[in-house]
């Protein structure tokens, strides 16, 4: 059975950098498709980055493109997501998702999505 573990949330100032971590278990990574969604209180969760198998094509949110980068390194079992110039409105909690799948997590059909983490709080504040 898949596992996600995130890691790397925390408190930042607006205009901050964070990097955010997700560890895979329990499955071959590569033949995984991996997300990052985010939920902020009181909404729904909603997409945010998503890359292939093999990292070579990443989809973005228009929310987060051109401050957010997406990658994976499949040697480590691990994807990524590089957060720049950041602002309040990113504070939600973030999820890592994974599926064989990649239409059901660009396309945000959540429930369909195979794995999920636990999720990482990050708090930006102005």
């Known amino acids: 059975q898949v596992q996600l573990v995130e890691s790397g949330g925390g408190p930042v100032q607006a205009g901050d950098s964070l990097r955010l971590s997700c560890a895979f278990s329990g499955g071959t990574f590569t033949s995984y498709c991996m997300g990052w969604f985010r939920q902020a209180p009181g909404k729904e969760r909603e997409f945010s980055a998503a890359i292939s198998w093999s990292g070579s094509s990443t989809y973005y949110a228009d929310s987060v493109k051109g401050r957010f980068t997406v990658s994976r390194d499949n040697a480590k079992n691990t994807v990524y997501l590089q957060m720049n110039s950041l602002k309040p409105e990113d504070t939600a909690v973030y999820y890592c998702?994974?599926?064989?799948?990649?239409?059901?997590?660009?396309?945000?059909?959540?429930?369909?999505?195979?794995?999920w983490g636990q999720g990482t709080q990050v708090t930006v504040s102005s």
């Open positions: 998702s994974a599926d064989p799948n990649l239409s059901r997590i660009v396309s945000a059909r959540t429930t369909l999505i195979g794995s």
